[in-house]
């Protein structure tokens, strides 16, 4: 798939907000300072779409992209962010669940993982959560290029073998450097397929 165009949509703090779903949306989640943001430019060939901070957690909002006039990507507030209050933490979460839960024209789910993290709780969570409730998701593992070459190899099969063995969940995934654009290919032909494969 080659991006033609994107362009920002709509920030909004509830589902009942967003645009109208007459796209597929593909939805970006991740921890906080996992480099969502960063990959998301990467995929659109975009220095500025979302936007990059040196402080984790600026997303605090549901963020519709147009891309090539057809579909929707869609940021979402990172979570997990220690330095947020408990009000703040209760209302990322409700914004997520709330999207989540209430968008029909979701086509897939990647949650983001930062490669060079052993599995965090949070994540595993929410992995979890995302599968009890039907949600087709999978994995983007983020900052490869911070991996010498056994760690690349290594880390993302350790990762996954832990989480089958947590929550019974082997999910497919992509191992992806902002910098490089490792793995951009692979997930645009990806999105390309789900759009492809049925309409909204």
Known sequence: MKILSSSFIKSSSKSIDCPDQKFNEFAFIGRSNVGKSSLINSLTNSKKLAKISGTPGKTLLVNHFLINKKWFLVD??????????????????????????????????????????????????????????????????????????????????????????DIGIHPEHFVSSSKSKLGRDEILQTISLEINSTKV
Do not use: C, H
Request: proline share 3%; no cysteine.
């Open 76 to 165: 979402l507030p990172g979570y997990g962010f220690a330095r947020k209050s408990k009000k703040e933490k209760r209302k990322i979460e409700e914004i997520i669940t709330d999207y989540f839960l209430n968008r029909t024209s979701i086509k897939l789910t990647f949650v983001l993982i930062d490669i060079r993290l052993k599995p965090q709780k949070i994540d595993i969570e929410f992995m979890l959560w995302l599968n009890q409730n039907n949600i087709q998701f999978k994995i983007i593992f983020t900052k490869a290029d911070k991996l010498n070459k056994k760690e690349f190899i290594e880390n993302p099969e350790k990762y996954l073998e832990i989480l089958f063995n």
